[in-house]
């Protein structure tokens, strides 16, 4: 009798509906949702610039999405519930077009439960002590992972993810009572952000599971009024000049707006995930993992002039790493810390000394409004960088970078403007649109802010109008690009009010965001997937290689149209030639490059483990030779700065002005200087990139002026 209770009670402990609480509010699409589903539907097979067919075979692809939107990791549906849900596989292209949502309504409220059950299994695992002496394996990306089998599956996955973020904090230093009322926090929370979402999320979720399979820059944005926008705007600007977003359970870095207090400061990159905030120079932190944006948010902001510290892991970071706080001064954004900036660069080679000029281009900004009334003084990317132009002239600048690095795109009609600064005129970029029709946007001006030599600094992260100018200025043979392949976005996209297409004003309806049209280069190809390759290319970043268009299974292909009709303003190719092996040369002796090769070694031994140890020694063994290998770093850097003479190959690149230094407040500076002294893992960042930018910007200066001193030989 006793054994059959025993089966009993763990049939009822472990069965996928049980749960402490059985009423959860389901979640119910509103009426509007279903006119929204089929005018969406409608829109996209009428104007969309790729042609997609909603049929069975797609539904099944946007079942597998949907389910993988809400459970990406595979932590709370279980193997039954897939099995259930393959029910509606061939129905959902139908329901789409009927405005059916129930499945999809279902599917999250499943979700909802299993949220729940997993929230209040693992507050019951903080109940019990955990230990850490055994070397068993964690499996903390399940992407790949099959979906558990049952509850005790599922179970077992969650008592080892437990243990991994307990020891994680054990590993800070933190004490078990502290650990515990962190962790069952952050399961409440986690728990409590699924539970708060409404029917407009839940709709959003299922509509983006569709529009992203037909295009990666299509997508349905739930409707948000205007006061609601102009608060998200401010909070995204305030505080540390950064925008946040959501990576599973964590808060992500998603863009370091340029001239902010984060990019100033230099330690955030984009894709770095937050796991605490603390508040002023000293004092506990606040455990956010698993917090809504909106949360973070309020944690980060906070009075201009005073700190806040982050405490963070790099985007691919697994468990094992240690984070690193860094530390930022509350400040303002401005328009002026978003413009252009600049630098000047002594290069010194041999027996020559050249000035370069750096512009560094945030991203391709406009006054609309001011430019459309007249307004004398609109601010512009393409006015301030023919101002700095003119600045690089009075101050004997020989050549200059024009650094897109990080930059996401903005203004076509900027990126055009721009780019006939430095081109007689001629066509810059194509554009064809959904119904066939190429449209040439040219540069009509012939006259030129710089003629000198130039070079376009890209990595992946530059994209769309970066893309276009780069382009342009390879094609027409004006500049050499250094740097990484760029992202690949060559797509145009216009967003629709669904309202405009509704007769009725009364309901609020969200916005369709939709790809119409494809960019082209003047020479005929696209940026579209491939992106611009540079004609001298840096080893990549680690974890950036499957990062761009080409990440996309559905994304655009690369596609060609016929060449525009210009006019080469140079041919660099036996330059480019020359500067290659120059940069080969000293990329061999160069310590920094090297650094990075074996950080690109390391990674690529460990990316396809998603393991960890739940062993405290082996963990802290991590830690250690993590901590070694920055030393090393650190240490090198030291003795190659030490040093009277530089290498004969590398020169000397010494920074002669920055504006960005004038942009820093007294508060940031002052903070800056007490890192310096107090913090003994401070590494001040050095830009290697951009100073071996320098060395083959200077190199081309000499090429120019040796071709100079030829022709004029021979005219003699």
């Known amino acids: 009798m006793n054994n059959i209770k025993i089966i009993i009670l763990t049939l009822v402990l472990f069965s996928p509906l049980a749960s402490a609480k059985m009423d ?19 829109l996209v097979d009428k104007l969309h610039y790729k042609a997609s067919e909603l049929d069975d075979d797609f ?38 077009k009927a405005g059916d949502l129930k499945p999809a309504f279902q599917i999250f409220n499943v979700f909802k439960q299993r949220v729940l059950n997993q929230k209040e ?13 055994a070397d068993e394996k964690y499996l903390w990306d399940r992407e790949k992972a099959p979906w558990a089998i049952d509850q005790n599956e599922l179970n077992d996955v969650w008592t080892k993810k437990v243990k991994n973020d307990y020891l994680s904090l054990q590993l800070l230093d933190k004490e078990p009572e502290k650990i515990k009322e ?61 925008v946040l977003g959501n990576d599973g359970e964590y808060t992500s870095i998603q863009t370091i707006v340029k001239g902010g207090p984060a990019d100033l400061e230099g330690s955030l990159k984009s894709g770095d995930k937050v796991l605490a905030v603390g508040q002023d120079e000293e004092g506990s932190f606040e455990d956010v993992i698993g917090w809504s944006i909106e949360d973070v948010v309020q944690l980060i902001r ?96 020989q050549g200059v970078i024009v650094d897109l690095r ?38 009509v001006d012939p006259r030129l802010s710089w003629n000198g030599p130039m070079v376009v600094m890209v990595n992946k992260l530059s994209a769309s109008a970066s893309e276009i100018f780069a382009a342009a200025m390879q094609d027409y043979g004006r500049a050499v690009i250094v740097g990484n392949q760029t992202y ?43 992106g611009v390759i540079p004609d001298i290319t840096f080893p990549q970043s680690p974890g950036l290689e499957d990062y761009g268009e080409a990440a996309y299974e559905n994304a655009l292909p690369w596609n060609s149209i016929a060449s525009s009709d210009y006019t080469l303003f140079d041919d660099l190719s036996d330059e480019i030639s020359l500067l290659r092996k120059k940069y080969k040369a000293r990329s061999e002796v160069n310590f920094e490059f090297d650094f990075l090769k074996n950080e690109i070694a390391l990674y690529e031994q460990e990316k396809d483990d998603h393991t960890v140890s ?17 030393e090393a770093r650190k240490k090198k850097r030291a003795e190659m700065l030490a040093k009277i003479e530089p290498h004969p190959l590398l020169g000397d690149v010494q920074l002669v002005y920055d504006s960005k230094e004038g942009l820093k407040s007294d508060d940031t500076l002052e903070a800056e200087q007490k890192a310096k002294e107090e913090d003994e893992d401070y590494e001040e960042f050095v830009d290697f990139r951009l100073h071996e930018t320098a060395r083959i910007l200077s190199d081309f200066i000499d090429l120019k002026m040796e071709n100079l001193i030829a022709k004029a030989a021979k005219t003699k």
């Open 302 to 397: 906070g009075e201009k002039g005073s700190t806040v510290r982050l405490r963070i892991i790099g985007e691919d970071d697994g468990p094992e790493t240690m984070p690193k706080t860094v530390n930022i001064v509350r400040d303002k954004v401005k328009l002026e810390q978003q413009a252009a900036q600049h630098q000047i660069f002594e290069v010194k080679n041999g027996k020559h000394s050249r000035k370069i000029g750096v512009i560094d281009l945030p991203t391709f900004y406009l006054d609309f409004a001011g430019l459309q009334s007249g307004d004398p003084d609109y601010r512009s990317t393409t006015k301030d960088v023919k101002k700095i132009l003119n600045k690089f002239k009075e101050e004997g600048v």
């Open 614 to 630: 739940l062993s405290a020694d082996v963990r802290e063994q991590k830690i250690q030779e993590r901590k070694q290998r920055k």
């Open 59 to 96: 539904s099944q692809k946007i079942l597998d999405k949907y389910i993988n939107t809400l459970d990406p990791n595979k932590m709370y549906f279980l193997g039954e519930d897939i099995v259930n849900f393959n029910r509606w596989k061939h129905e959902l292209d139908d329901d789409l």
């Open 121 to 133: 299994f693992a507050k019951s695992l903080l109940k019990k002590e955990l230990t850490f002496e």
């Open 488 to 530: 690949g976005k060559g797509t145009v996209q216009n967003v629709m009010p669904l309202n405009d297409y509704y007769n009725d004003p009364e309901v609020k309806m969200g916005q369709l965001k939709m790809t119409m049209g494809q960019f082209f280069r003047i020479n005929g190809g696209s940026t579209q997937n491939r």
């Open 406 to 443: 990080n930059n996401g795109g903005g203004s076509l009609y900027e990126a055009v403007q721009l780019s006939g600064l430095f081109i007689d005129k001629g066509p810059i970029v194509q554009t064809k649109l959904s119904y066939g029709k190429v449209d040439v946007k040219k540069d």
């Open 24 to 42: 959860l509010e389901r979640v119910k699409p509103n009426d509007k949702h279903q006119e929204e589903s089929k005018l969406v539907v409608k």
């Open 182 to 242: 962190t962790l069952n926090k952050r399961y409440s929370v986690m728990a409590k952000r699924i539970e708060d979402l409404k029917s407009d999320s839940v709709f959003q979720y299922f509509m983006n599971a569709y529009l992203t399979l037909v295009e990666p820059h299509t997508g349905y944005m739930e409707p948000v009024s205007s006061e609601n926008f102009e608060i998200n705007m401010k909070l995204s600007l305030e505080g540390i000049g950064a």
